[in-house]
């Protein structure tokens, strides 16, 4: 099952030690509470909370770069747009408006430019602590951790069996898109048109899903010969019982909750524009 | 035979997982329409588990297949459009319902093919819908940036749907009629 680890970077951290199902629940709330503010004071906070998080977890920065660029450059690439598309949005927000680069037909102001600023801060809330989830949560121990929340162990096990077959997937994709070029039907720039090379592609759609049903036909021929299914319960080899520790931090989720409702419904209920 | 839409059996639950993993790790082909937004072929995936399997096994394989592809390539889950993913595939699966309608049989009649493509149609226009909503009501983007992008994404996803979806349904029932169309030869 070497192939189950996926993103899953070993180690020994407080969070590698930490219950699956407890670092979901963190990962559920911490992105109820960011959906719940359009704040640049919050965002800012759970942010330097989030990385230090991280930073606790050691997980190599070589292994998180190119999440993190990629989630950069979208967020950069929707302001932008953002920003060209409706540049006076932010003033629907503050009633104010202070007009900051002409753009011709419109001109962007600093209301829109603050509120861009705070939506890229909300996005980049979003990302250590999934990092930090996917790089020290074992699939197979996340199975276990969604089986003890409470999901139905069949569906638990479907998310695993979806883990872990990315990989034998990705192979079988990329095998049958060599064998296609091989045949002079490339997928890749210069093998001709983007209307060819779409053409290509949709020869590749009938492989590939022949071998998903043969896949389905075995790995499920498999599970039924070794009983899958005829218990209503089931243990996980890789379950683990939970510790003090980590009924204490599934505590202090739910009272993050309650205070991130509490300051919506007090201090920061909507966009926070510092200059109006 | 087509198994019951509730009962879960081995099949289900590898089905589901193999579709999921299937989805996710072709969702990363794309090619740039619109800020943010992408043509992406695997669209054509959820017309198949629906048509193939029905809409509970479409749903959470597009939903879990959505969740994976986000987790690997962008490092956050934008769950909105991961429930839209579920959402299409759950009304492509509703041809599933049609009484005398089988894939695995090779049974599909012509007002069938009708009905898949009103399926589609409806299915991708109300789960960009649902996803557009959602962040506007909670990401608080601005309407008319989520207006461009669920347009174009609702375009680009149509024509997959109908261009390698809808013909990749058709060729997989037509091969499954000829297997059961076999006579004694005399």
Redesign the interface.
């Known amino acids: 099952m070497s192939q189950a680890s996926g993103l899953y970077v070993a180690g020994d951290s407080f969070f590698h030690r930490m219950d699956g199902a407890v670092k979901l629940i963190l990962l559920l709330i911490w992105t109820v509470v960011t959906f719940l503010f359009m704040d640049l004071r919050v965002f800012a906070v759970m942010l330097a909370v989030g990385v230090s998080m991280l930073l606790l977890a050691r997980v190599p920065f070589r292994k998180m770069a190119l999440l993190f660029w990629a989630l950069t450059i979208f967020t950069v690439v929707n302001s932008v747009f953002i920003l060209l598309i409706t540049p006076r949005f932010g003033t629907t927000l503050t009633e104010s408006d202070t007009p900051l680069i002409p753009l011709g037909y419109d001109t962007v102001n600093t209301e829109t430019l603050f509120y861009v600023l705070t939506l890229s801060f909300k996005y980049l809330t979003l990302l250590p602590i999934t990092l930090l989830f996917i790089f020290t949560t074992h699939p197979s121990r996340f199975a276990a951790s969604l089986h003890k929340l409470g999901v139905s162990y069949k569906l638990a096990y479907a998310v695993s069996i979806a883990f872990r077959y990315i990989p034998d997937l990705t192979k079988e994709f990329r095998t049958i898109l060599n064998a296609l070029q091989m045949r002079g039907l490339g997928i890749s720039r210069g093998d001709g048109t983007l209307l060819q090379r779409a053409r290509n592609l949709t020869q590749a759609v009938v492989p590939l899903l022949q071998s998903s049903l043969q896949h389905i036909e075995s790995v499920s021929d498999a599970m039924d010969l070794r009983g899958f299914g005829t218990k209503p319960q089931r243990t996980w080899y890789m379950g683990k019982v939970m510790t003090e520790g980590d009924k204490l931090i599934a505590l202090l989720c739910v009272i993050l909750l309650a205070v991130g409702i509490w300051l919506k419904r007090s201090l920061f209920p909507g966009f926070w524009y510092p200059f109006g | 035979m087509k198994s019951s839409l509730w009962k879960?059996?081995?099949?289900?639950?590898?089905?589901?997982?193999?579709?999921?993993?299937?989805y996710?790790?072709?969702s990363w082909?794309g090619?740039p329409i619109a800020?943010?937004t992408q043509l992406r072929?695997a669209i054509?995936?959820l017309a198949?588990f629906g048509a193939l399997f029905g809409p509970i096994v479409g749903f959470?394989?597009g939903f879990?297949?959505h969740v994976?592809n986000d987790?690997?390539?962008?490092?956050?889950?934008w769950?909105g459009w991961a429930l839209g993913s579920g959402i299409t595939a759950a009304f492509m699966g509703l041809i599933y319902l049609a009484k005398d309608f089988n894939a695995q049989e090779g049974q599909m009649k012509k007002n069938h093919v009708a009905w898949f493509v009103v399926y589609g149609i409806v299915g991708i226009f109300v789960s960009l819908a649902f996803s557009g909503y959602f962040d506007i009501l909670?990401?608080?983007?601005?309407n008319?940036?989520i207006a461009?992008q669920v347009i174009s994404a609702g375009l680009a996803n149509l024509a997959v749907f109908l261009?390698?979806g809808l013909?990749?349904v058709l060729?997989?029932v037509k091969r499954n009629r000829n297997n059961s169309n076999l006579s004694v030869d005399r």
């Open positions: 879960w059996n081995t099949r289900t639950v590898v089905t589901i997982g193999i579709g999921g993993a299937l996710g790790a072709t082909i090619i800020p943010d072929p054509a995936l198949i959470i394989a879990i297949g994976i987790l690997i390539t962008s490092g956050t889950v769950w909670v990401m608080g983007e601005p008319d940036k461009i261009i390698l013909p990749a060729a997989y």
